[in-house]
């Protein structure tokens, strides 16, 4: 039994989305896709990922506009390309890079709990914006009310993803 192009399934290993097949592009089996990472290298030629727990090899990459034309090693026309309109685009966490110290990628911090200074429960972290000059984190206070917070050092004082919890100095007046 081959299991080259699909995944073991008694071993379940941790996914990340990474992006959505939008529709096919083209009669050569090229597909349009959003993308949900915030790996600019992730959808590179070379890279590997998988749709419905099968694996594709990125052949080629272009940006178009918002999105991203990918090909992929074993889809050669629009019939094919046709079959994965809507799927989830995925990688294993095993087959992400590492970051520096101090620097996380999205899906780690999304859910985290977020306490303040002083240990008292402020809500959980449920989005995060992109601005340029650095992210803007939007903490759900659960009373159907969020606040945003900048993500800088001044005011994000500690990230622990084992205890899955982040320390925060709330700017004056923000609350």
Same mark, same amino acid.
């Given at each position: ?13 941790? $996914? ?35 749709? $419905? ?28 390309? $046709? =079959? ?79 205890? $899955? ?9 923000? =609350?």
């Amino acid at each position: 039994m081959s299991t080259s192009n699909s995944l073991f399934n008694s071993a379940k290993k941790p $996914e990340i989305l990474v992006g959505k097949v939008l529709r096919p592009w083209g009669i050569k089996g090229v597909i349009k896709i959003l993308s949900l990472s915030d790996n600019d290298t992730r959808f590179c030629v070379g890279n590997s990922i998988y749709i $419905e727990e099968k694996k594709y090899i990125i052949n080629d990459m272009k940006k178009s506009k918002n999105n991203i034309l990918i090909s992929l090693d074993t889809i050669k026309n629009a019939n094919q390309a $046709e =079959l994965l309109k809507g799927k989830s685009i995925k990688v294993f966490l095993e087959d992400i890079s590492s970051l520096e110290s101090g620097n996380y990628y999205h899906f780690q911090l999304l859910g985290l709990k977020v306490f303040t200074e002083e240990r008292k429960y402020l809500g959980d972290l449920r989005d995060i914006l992109n601005t340029g000059a650095n992210d803007i984190y939007i903490i759900s206070l659960g009373n159907s009310k969020d606040i945003l917070l900048p993500a800088i050092k001044d005011v994000v004082l500690e990230i622990d993803l084992n205890k $899955e919890h982040m320390i925060v100095k709330i700017p004056k007046g923000l =609350l």
